[in-house]
């Protein structure tokens, strides 16, 4: 029987990785974990127990996981990149800070950890192109240091005291239930929701920045099918590459202009977001997630922008344009 908190459970990953995870394991055996500000609505509150549980509180995090007899921690919590590099210590103070409380609390209480990592975890001196697992990580972005430094502290828990340590790196992620915010991906999300809009989409990054990119799909797989790996078989820990597709901006575009032939793109490239994206790999080679969990991700560009168009098509007829 898994008992399981999210940390961050009200963003991208963690509002939609919830549901699943309520789906899999029982509603009431997974507690979604949120900071005030940020609280659970609608079905994320109502199908199962939620509690405060801010990362950068060590005592409340302790409290959770000992009433909730916790064994599973996704810890979802972080600033994303273009916005780590606005507030630096503050994503310091939660990306590493608050993964170093969550690593002492599962050393103390024995629980299993996911913390997701990045391609922002590669830099400028990274191979570019199918970037190895094992490779030089040098990021200049505060988003990369945390990054880079959380996949060091998960695999030294895991070496030195035993704790069951085990992360991706995730690439850009495309989903329609909450908006990411702050990345530097956040355009393969922005462009679907202008396309159904009806809008020009102003385009932050220049044509030809190849990023990898996934659909939240198999982004939930990743991580579900990492936590229930047979250990025995995991070479690796912190962090796995995975990746779905590498693509730019026109191919974005193309792809739904295929159901949507009149929709229009301009480029307003962001300095920032340009800056970032460029230090990161144009694609990375996920072989190792492959051979060692099966990873086996199910959408492409195409199946990806079918899905997305549909999903947001329905969601802003409701909500509204
Ligand atoms: C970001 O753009 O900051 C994130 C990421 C790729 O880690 N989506």
């Known amino acids: 029987m898994k008992n399981i908190l999210i940390i961050g459970s009200t963003g991208q990953i963690g509002s939609e990785l919830a549901l699943c995870l309520r789906s899999r394991y029982g509603n009431e055996n997974v507690v979604v974990g949120y900071i005030k500000g940020a609280e659970p609505s609608g079905e994320l509150l109502e199908s199962g127990p939620a509690e405060e549980a801010d990362i950068t509180n060590a005592s409340q995090i302790a409290a959770t996981v000992k009433k909730y007899k916790i064994d599973t921690v996704y810890n979802m919590a972080a600033l994303l990149s273009a916005t780590a590099e606005a507030k630096p ?8 800070g608050g993964l170093f409380n969550v690593l002492e609390i599962a050393r103390e209480l024995k629980c299993a950890v996911f913390t997701p990592s990045s391609i922002g975890a590669f830099g400028h001196n990274t191979p ?23 996949e060091l502290l998960g695999d030294y828990y895991f070496k030195r005291f035993g704790v069951d340590t085990r992360s991706v790196r995730f690439p850009g992620l495309i989903s329609h239930v909450a908006h ?29 920045t190849f ?11 990743a991580a579900i099918d990492l936590m229930e790996a047979n250990p025995d078989r995991l070479v690796h820990r912190n962090s796995f590459n995975v990746t779905s597709m590498s693509i730019e901006p026109e191919m974005l575009c193309s792809a739904i202009r295929e159901h949507i032939p009149d929709f229009k793109m301009e480029y307003c490239p962001d300095p920032v977001r ?11 080679d996920d072989t190792c997630a492959k051979e060692e969990w099966g990873w086996n991700p199910k959408y492409n560009l195409k199946s990806t922008t079918e899905n997305m168009l549909e999903e947001l098509k329905k969601k802003l007829s409701v909500n509204g344009l």
């Not at 210590?89 to 590493?96: E, F, R, S, T």
């Not at 490779?135 to 945390?146: A, D, F, I, K, L």
């Not at 702050?182 to 932050?204: L, M, N, Q, R, S």
Request: some cysteine; aromatic content about 10%; glycine content about 10%.
């Open 274 to 284: 340009q800056a970032i994206a460029d230090s990161w790999p144009n694609s990375i």
């Open 211 to 221: 990023m990898d990119m996934m659909y939240m799909p198999d982004a939930l797989d």
């Open 89 to 96: 210590q503050m994503a310091w103070h939660i990306g590493l």
């Open 180 to 208: 990411p915010g702050g990345g530097t991906t956040d355009y393969a999300v922005e462009i679907y929701y202008a396309a159904v809009k009806g809008e020009t989409f102003k385009c932050p990054l220049q044509a030809g």
């Open 128 to 150: 570019k192109d199918k970037t190895p697992q094992d490779t030089v990580q040098r990021p200049q972005t505060m988003y990369g240091v945390t990054k880079v430094a959380g």
